[in-house]
């Protein structure tokens, strides 16, 4: 069965230092893979995706994730984190061309000034 | 600018209360997802319905039914709550059903049962 995880629960980082998110994933064939942010009290909103091609993928905020088939990885990335960046992000795959999304269990991720 | 709304947005239930949570969405979606979010465990989906008339069970569809009102509303009803289901619900749609679609979300309902 498809499985994802994030094996980081909670990651502080300083303003303007650079972040990797981590995030594993178990599918047989080529997943759909997605990173979504959840800002305190508000829903999920969609970071970035991929689906196949290039495997270094943009996102909306400066994000950016690599698929890595050898290592069954899709991590995400930022050069330089602003305060505003401190959210929960959540890894996903979708399994097959229906269906549902997998969710990891999320990273919680603070700013220092 | 709505989006999907989900009412309400808190509630606080005794054991055995009933309750529905609502949720609408106006961008003509066809599909529409509910999932239940606790603290440690990510989100897990409750239901799915597909398209308008269809619906299917999710990962932990126990405790809860689902109505597919019309192509914009899926509510998500609680017959005889039990404090294992206090948590956030979110409901959540996608333009068709392949999962190349961004789903969009809801802001969540907060429930907590006593």
């Known amino acids: 069965a498809q499985s994802v995880t994030q094996p980081d629960i909670h990651i502080t980082v300083s303003e303007g230092a650079s972040l990797e998110l981590r995030c594993n994933y178990s599918?047989?064939?080529?997943?759909?893979l997605f990173w979504y942010v959840q800002s305190p009290g508000q829903g999920l909103q969609l970071l970035l995706k991929?689906?196949?091609?290039?495997?270094l993928v943009q996102g909306i905020k400066g994000f950016e994730a690599e698929f890595k088939r050898s290592q069954s990885s899709f991590n995400l990335r930022k050069p330089s984190v602003h305060w505003s960046d401190a959210a929960e992000y959540f890894c996903?795959?979708?399994?097959?061309?229906?269906?549902?999304?997998?969710f990891g269990k999320g990273t919680k991720l603070s700013v220092k000034p | 600018n709505a989006g999907v709304t989900q009412t309400p947005k808190f509630q606080v239930l005794k054991t055995g209360q009933s309750m529905t949570l609502q949720c609408a969405q106006d961008?003509?979606?066809?599909?529409m997802y509910w999932y239940r979010q606790d603290p440690g465990m990510g989100l897990r989906l409750i239901y799915y319905s597909a398209s308008e008339g269809t619906t299917d069970k999710g990962e932990v569809p126990n405790g809860y039914n689902v109505s597919r009102l019309n192509k914009r509303e899926f509510s998500l009803r609680l017959e005889s709550a039990a404090p294992s289901q206090t948590s956030v619900y979110f409901c959540a749609s996608r333009r068709g059903q392949l999962n190349t679609g961004e789903l969009f979300f809801g802001e969540g309902s907060r429930l907590t049962v006593l």
């Open positions: 961008m003509n979606h066809n599909s």
């Open positions: 996903a795959v979708g399994a097959g061309s229906q269906g549902n999304l997998i």
């Open positions: 991929y689906f196949s091609g290039d495997t």
């Open positions: 599918y047989g064939a080529t997943p759909y």
